[in-house]
T-cell receptor, first 115, second 115 residues
Framework: DTGVSQDPRHKITKRGQNVTFRCDPISEHNRLYWYRQTLGQGPEFLTYFQNEAQLEKSRLLSDRFSAERPKGSFSTLEIQRTEQGDSAMYLC?????????????FGSGTQLSVL | AQSVAQPEDQVNVAEGNPLTVKCTYSVSGNPYLFWYVQYPNRGLQFLLKYITGDNLVKGSYGFEAEFNKSQTSFHLKKPSALVSDSALYFCASREVNNAGNMLTFGGGTRLMVKP
């Protein structure tokens, strides 16, 4: 179990630029989640996949955000035309469907700073 | 809509003393409740969960939590705090009929254990 890994750890970008983050879940986990955490707040759900299917999207996920999990393994989260309000920690988590499915395994996150 | 509240931004306790981190929830029906801990530069880690059954649940690192339905609370406790317990603690809920296992988090409580 190598854990959930996220890349990059930090990203600094200028307003209006596009950014893409990657998440590699634990290999046998079917479910993959994206959360956003701003300073002093708890994580907020953005979207989740079961295998390659995106099954739920939060209202927080504006049209500028898109997430993919093309082969049911790693996932990418792209933000187009970034705004300063997008500055946050973007967390990825994974879980199996069966068994300990109430427990999420989180990565260390990607810290995005939009200047 | 479900919500989770953590009324204390920070809890200070001396090493060796008991600690309590408070959490209240608002969920339709019976909730699934969780505690996660976040250490600096690390992802959230699962501590414990309440699904059904005994109201007192035990988790990792000597932590326990008590589910109180009448008070809609799920306070985290530990009989004797360690300096290494200093971290950010998040309470979370999930509605029972939420097949996707999306969690709603509280705002977090910073626990400071002083020697």
């Amino acid at each position: 179990d190598t854990g959930v890994s996220q890349d990059p750890r930090h990203k600094i970008t200028k307003r209006g630029q596009n950014v893409t983050f990657r998440c590699d879940p634990i290999s046998e986990h079917n479910r993959l989640y994206w959360y956003r955490q701003t300073l002093g707040q708890g994580p907020e759900f953005l979207t989740y996949f079961q295998n390659e299917a995106q099954l739920e999207k939060s209202r927080l996920l504006s049209d500028r955000f898109s997430a993919e999990r093309p082969k049911g393994s790693f996932s990418t989260l792209e933000i187009q035309r970034t705004e300063q309000g997008d500055s946050a920690m973007y967390l990825c988590a994974s879980s199996p469907i069966e068994g300990t499915n109430e427990k999420l395994f989180f990565g260390s996150g990607t810290q995005l700073s939009v200047l | 809509a479900q919500s989770v509240a953590q009324p204390e931004d920070q809890v200070n306790v001396a090493e060796g003393n008991p600690l309590t981190v408070k959490c209240t929830y608002s969920v339709s029906g019976n909730p699934y409740l969780f505690w996660y801990v976040q250490y600096p530069n690390r992802g959230l880690q699962f501590l414990l969960k309440y699904i059904t059954g005994d109201n007192l649940v035990k988790g990792s690192y000597g932590f326990e939590a008590e589910f109180n339905k009448s008070q809609t609370s799920f306070h985290l406790k530990k009989p004797s705090a360690l300096v290494s317990d200093s971290a950010l603690y998040f309470c979370a809920s999930r509605e029972v009929n939420n097949a996707g296992n999306m969690l709603t988090f509280g705002g977090g409580t910073r626990l400071m254990v002083k020697p």
